[in-house]
């Protein structure tokens, strides 16, 4: 795997010009605390060597004031870039993650825990910003502002220019010493935040299971354990960062005591110069701040390093490659889709397709029956473009389906999960997922509410959507809480509709549903069907009836083709339809 801190290297770019624009502000920051250090040392020489009063320093006195003003202006200035920077980097970042997660698709993330990934879309960013807000800009700052002073000292007195010079590289070494094992530790810190959000967000997913089987108090004792493990893994990092700081003090510290001692001793033996001696000691502290503020900003780098290891985890996950010159995609109304020696396995040894032969005519009703691992759900993950076949081709018409556009083919499909999804909002934003353009831009047109009612009344839901207090802008939760289980499905399908897509994947659209919700699902299915390819899997009786075809599937083959009376001579098919209640 890619080392995690060349790989953040390599992102450097992600914050845009803004990083320079800090450091440029910062620095004319830092040159103008110069000035004001010269400024204030001039005046007290005047003031203490040569009785000056305040009508002769009041030019000087002014200028210093108005320095700081500035200084402040310019410091709020590198401040705001350097955030604005950060939030640049983090919003690529998040789309650059976002974009990856979803041309992966659920297949290849199938042995992610959603659990583990939420931390790396979520926490894994922001714990970026400290690195482009602070660490970059301060990693730039640290090599101009010591140099320039060191360029001012080292004319004015050799032996203080020297000092600053042996001495100034003790505390970036200090800091990359101590910081080989925050690498460390941070890296094992963010794999434990990975682990207990996994963990919390399962129990969360499975509450009501847990309840039921008693052992709601033995995960929450195995989460307290991987919250103490998560609480020493952050104080082991905190114990360490602190370290590093007191070290990173002492050595500044002790570096400027040493220039100053060097000064007071020769102002004491004559050998320098008061408005040198002072305009020096007074520089000294500044020449060592850029790198004690480098050091503190060192731990956003270590904890930046440990988030980038789990970003690249999911960043090594390799996606489909896109075709390099996409073909249009045929009228799937008048083409027909051909499944040729199809081989698929999730592992080597196990799989589950193996050289299937399939045709599926354009407004063809087709259905698929099978025992659970038959390969029925792996060929709908081919046919929706989410993995390619490890052997054999997919045909639309005479074009093999890698050489489509994913995003273009998949505007020709609708998928009806066993279990479709609702997101926590209003029933208007779950009905436009399918659309091309799910939110109007502002000053455009906005979705023709005719149209959404139309799609409802043809999934017999406009009922129960009208019913409702707020209708389309009624409110559901997440995983459609507050609805049946039909209700839910009647609104999936309605979605469909609204895709009007020539292609129609269905999987058990009637399960687990009561026999009014399954008739009235059943009546959307017929209306859907009109005109279009359909390919449901099934295992209720009504619904095979229903169709044009059906196909008996078992262990990754076609066991036997036909409609309903010609496959009862199948005692598998007997034997489903008896489990399945027909």
């Known amino acids: 795997m890619t080392d995690p801190a060349r790989w953040l290297r390599a992102r450097h770019d992600l914050a845009g010009p803004w990083p320079k ?40 006195l002014f200028t210093l004031l108005g320095l700081y003003p500035l200084r402040a202006l310019l410091a709020w200035g590198g401040d705001l870039a350097a955030h604005r920077g950060a939030a640049e980097a983090k919003s690529r970042l998040r789309m650059d993650l976002a974009r990856h997660l979803f041309a992966l698709g659920p297949l290849r993330l199938g042995g992610q825990s959603s659990g583990g990934l939420a931390p790396a879309l979520v926490d894994g960013i922001e714990a970026m910003e400290p690195y482009f807000a602070r660490f970059l800009p301060a990693m730039a700052f640290t090599a101009l502002l010591p140099l320039s002073i060191l360029l001012l000292v080292l004319p004015l007195d050799w032996i203080s220019g020297l000092t600053l010079l042996l001495t100034a590289p003790l ?23 990975a682990r207990l959000s996994a963990r919390a967000l399962e129990a969360l997913q499975g509450l009501a299971t847990l309840k039921l089987l008693g052992a709601a108090r033995a995960e929450s004792e195995v989460l307290r354990r991987l919250s103490e493990d998560y609480r020493r893994a952050t104080l082991e990092v905190l114990r360490v960062a602190f370290l590093s700081s007191l070290a990173l003090e002492f050595f500044a510290t002790a570096s400027i005591a040493l ?187 906005p979705i023709d509410d005719g149209a959404l009612w139309r799609a409802l009344d043809q999934a017999q839901a406009r009922d129960f959507v009208a019913a409702l207090p707020g209708g389309l802008d009624s409110r559901v939760g997440e995983r459609g809480s507050g609805l049946s289980g039909g209700q839910i499905q009647r609104l999936a399908l309605a979605r469909a509709f609204l895709r009007d897509a020539p292609l129609v994947l269905l999987d058990e659209p009637t399960a687990s549903l009561d026999p009014d919700n399954e008739t009235r699902v059943q009546a959307a299915i017929d209306a859907l069907a009109r005109g279009r390819t359909l390919v449901v899997i099934a295992h209720r009786l009504d619904t095979l009836e229903h169709a044009d075809r059906i196909l008996l599937m078992d262990q990754g083959r076609i066991r036997a083709a036909g409609d309903h009376q010609a496959l009862m001579a199948d005692p598998l098919y007997r034997h489903l339809l008896e489990a399945f209640g027909k």
């Open 21 to 60: 624009r800090s450091t440029a502000l910062q620095l004319g920051n830092g040159w103008l605390l110069i000035l004001q250090a010269w400024l204030l040392a001039r005046i007290i020489e005047l003031a203490s060597f040569h009785q000056a009063g305040l009508a002769d320093v009041r030019g000087l």
């Open 259 to 445: 220039v100053a001692v060097g000064i007071g001793f020769r102002l004491l033996w004559g050998q320098m110069a008061f408005l040198d001696g002072l305009f020096i000691l007074l520089l000294a502290p500044e020449f060592y701040l850029p790198l004690r503020t480098l050091g503190g900003h060192y731990h956003a780098r270590m904890e930046a390093i440990g988030a980038a290891e789990r970003l690249l985890e999911v960043f090594a996950l390799s996606p489909p490659a896109p075709p390099a010159a996409p073909a249009p995609v045929p009228d799937l109304r008048a083409s027909p889709l051909r499944l040729q020696g199809v081989y698929f396995a999730y592992a080597p040894g196990r799989p589950a397709l193996a050289g299937l032969d399939l045709e599926i005519q354009p407004r063809q009703r087709l259905a698929l029956i099978g025992p659970s691992g038959a390969g029925k759900s792996t060929l709908f993950h081919l046919l929706l473009g989410f993995a390619g076949p490890d052997a054999g081709r997919i045909l639309v018409a005479d074009t093999p389906l890698p050489a489509l556009d994913p995003a273009a083919w998949r505007r020709h499909t609708a998928w009806l999960p066993q279990n479709p999804r609702l997101f926590a909002g209003s029933l208007r934003e779950n009905l436009c997922l399918g659309l091309e353009r799910p939110s109007a831009p502002a000053g455009s047109e």
């Open 171 to 193: 505390i970036p070494f200090f800091m990359i010493l101590v910081g080989k094992g925050a690498e460390r530790l941070n890296q094992r810190q963010w794999r434990r935040l």
